[in-house]
């Protein structure tokens, strides 16, 4: 909420003058990487737990630019919106969630990013419990998907010269929808320099596939932030969950979006101020019930 402004009765005469019309400017959007844990197929087995894998949503665009290519969710601000409400909205229209988490990732304003013309896009990264959002009705000129989000990387260059540090990573992003096998893939290489002890990134798409726009940057860079989010603190994985889940739901949360095994026994005594136990049981059949917990809010929010 912006605070309330009086001006000057100098003020207001310049700025009865001012046309703004003189400087260029550009159109401004909200893009949104929506990440899920969801199931992979059909599990032919009851007695073992349904496999899950981390997904993205992607629209597949019915017009120009990149007609038939795979974007993310996001549009452009209405008039009197600001980019979170932008992403709120296009958030719910897309899956008819409105309480998801958000994260800003970045803004994104590269010459040439979009043919159209200037435009700026302000993402972020959003995470959802997917099995109870509800996507749009497909159309014949719309259709959106979840796809398996798979990350390998190559180091390419590691050099150390005096204070400065120059590290350059490729990156190949794999997207693959369960229930098409369309498969996307594209690579981006990433630039990291160190100088004067500060950092300096930069981004580079060599590949595209079918990824609109420079939105194979954008996922990558919303994957990474995750990794790194929930490496160094579990709490955002909390938001891949519904509001009751099992501690083994959680770990697998958690190894799913770092993609490595963790110690049970280490990971259960890191998590347990952030839980609270329920007096629920799991109803699945197939296999023993389990007990239910949620977080624990006082914990949670009070660092």
């Known amino acids: 909420m912006i605070m309330s ?7 207001k005469q310049y700025l009865s003058s001012y046309d703004i019309s003189k400087f260029e400017r550009p159109s401004v959007a909200s893009d949104i ?3 899920s844990i969801r199931n992979d197929g059909a599990c032919d087995n009851i007695r073992k737990l349904q496999k899950k894998s981390l997904k993205i949503l992607l629209i597949k665009r019915a017009s120009y630019p990149y007609k038939n290519c795979w974007a993310l969710p996001g549009g ?6 600001d980019v979170i409400e932008t992403a709120k909205r296009e958030l719910f229209e897309e899956t008819n969630v409105k309480n998801a988490y958000l ?11 979009d043919p159209r013309g200037w435009i700026i896009s302000n993402t972020f990264m959003a995470l959802m419990d997917g099995e109870t959002c509800t996507l749009r009705a497909g159309t014949d000129a719309w259709e959106a998907r979840w796809f398996n989000i798979e990350l390998t990387q190559e180091e390419k260059k590691r050099e150390i010269k005096n204070d400065d540090f120059v590290l350059e990573t490729a990156y190949e992003l794999r997207l693959v929808n369960d229930e098409t096998k369309l498969e ?3 690579k981006v290489e990433e630039s990291k320099t160190f100088r004067h002890y500060h950092e300096e990134v930069c981004y580079q798409i060599i590949e595209r ?9 954008i996922i990558l860079r919303a994957l990474l932030s995750l990794r ?6 579990f709490k955002q994985a909390f938001d891949l969950l519904p509001e009751l889940f099992t501690l083994t739901q959680l770990q697998n949360a958690v190894e799913i979006i770092l993609n490595k095994k963790l110690l049970t026994a280490n990971f259960r005594r ?9 007096e629920q049981m799991t109803e699945t059949a197939g296999y023993r019930p389990a007990k239910l917990f949620r977080r624990n809010v006082e914990r949670f929010y009070s660092n």
Not at 5 to 11: F, Q, V, W
């Open 103 to 113: 994260q800003p990732v970045g803004v994104f304003g590269e010459k040439g990013r």
């Open 33 to 35: 990487a929506i990440f």
């Open 209 to 217: 596939d079918k990824v609109a726009f420079d939105h194979a940057e």
């Open 184 to 186: 996307l893939k594209a």
């Open 5 to 11: 402004y009086t001006m000057s009765k100098e003020e």
């Open 270 to 278: 890191k998590i347990a101020d952030y839980v609270i136990e329920t």
């Open 228 to 233: 790194n989010n929930v490496s160094n603190n």
């Open 76 to 81: 452009f601000c209405k008039p009197g919106e």
